[in-house]
């Protein structure tokens, strides 16, 4: 189901699908950095995210600094990776453009 | 002018009208904590925010999990606080309902 956590070996095989995210240090997300060529183009980025997530109901934790988002995806309820933050993760990057 | 930088006598007067903000522990920015019913009012609060900063051409950082939104503000330029800050300070609050 879509919010039963992944295991290691379906995180790895995911992340390979995955352009640009790595792993974070706990263990229990996925992160990556987007840059964009300034503000209006990263929140432009994040307001399609946002539209995705409400679909999904499922969100980032995220951070804006001008032109940077960084993204941090996570299944509190799984206590780690779901196939919800891959679906998720795959959307930014298609926003993005990757 | 807007973008100089304030004195500490202007920053505490700024700050008294202004609710719910604190100096950051640098001395050098202001810090707010918004709360709302879920994540689709904190991203329509990040919106109104986002189109007042464009036209500020000043923007804030911040980070935004779920129904929380985390904002610092400064002036990299003026290497601490300005009016521009404290104009974009003072729409948030408005925008937040408060």
Redesign the interface.
């Known amino acids: 189901m879509a919010r039963d956590k992944l295991d290691a070996k379906q995180v790895q095989e995911a992340l390979a699908g995955l352009e640009g995210w790595r792993l974070a240090d706990d263990g229990k997300a996925i992160e990556r950095r987007f840059t964009f060529s300034g ?2 183009e990263a ?1 432009g980025f ?2 399609r995210a ?1 539209l995705a ?2 679909k999904l109901d499922h ?8 032109r940077t988002v960084d993204v941090r995806l996570t299944t509190h309820d799984a206590g780690g990776l779901t196939e919800l933050d891959v679906k998720l993760a795959k959307r930014m990057n298609a926003f993005a453009g990757r």
Do not use: D, G, L, R
């Open positions: 503000f209006n929140f994040m307001t946002a997530a409400e969100h980032p934790e995220w951070t804006n600094v001008y």
